[in-house]
């Protein structure tokens, strides 16, 4: 059959680290066949003592033709195990007045 062939750009931008290296907030906006993501984080993300990211905080915007939407997600309470997988995280996404929350627990 046919392979996939799809073209699309992203780019990174408005990108700031602190003193360790560890990217603070950023913006990536992605364009995909006429439709514009940008995903803008809001707050400063954060990381435990190990340098693994605990929290973190995006609005995401998508606009094209006859497209204008908005909405916000966040990822808090994540937990590692001692050699760094991810044992819990809990993502609330908030659209409109419909929220979201996703508990994972591994």
């Given at each position: 059959g046919?392979g996939?062939?799809?073209a699309?750009?992203s780019?990174?931008?408005?990108?700031l680290?602190?003193?360790l290296g560890q990217?603070?907030?950023?913006?990536r906006?992605t364009?995909?066949?006429?439709k514009t993501?940008?995903e803008?984080?809001?707050i400063?993300?954060a990381?435990d003592?190990q340098?693994?990211?605990?929290?973190?905080?995006t609005?995401?915007?998508?606009?094209g033709?006859g497209l204008?939407h908005a909405?916000t997600?966040?990822?808090?309470?994540?937990?590692?195990?001692n050699?760094?997988?991810?044992?819990?995280?809990?993502r609330?996404?908030v659209?409109?007045?419909?929220t979201?929350?996703e508990?994972?627990?591994?």
């Amino acid at each position: 059959g046919t392979g996939l062939n799809h073209a699309y750009t992203s780019e990174m931008r408005d990108v700031l680290y602190n003193d360790l290296g560890q990217m603070l907030r950023m913006t990536r906006v992605t364009v995909d066949d006429g439709k514009t993501t940008t995903e803008a984080d809001t707050i400063d993300r954060a990381y435990d003592t190990q340098g693994r990211l605990t929290r973190s905080k995006t609005q995401i915007t998508e606009t094209g033709t006859g497209l204008k939407h908005a909405y916000t997600s966040e990822m808090t309470d994540v937990l590692y195990n001692n050699i760094g997988q991810m044992l819990r995280m809990t993502r609330v996404t908030v659209d409109d007045s419909k929220t979201t929350k996703e508990a994972v627990f591994i």
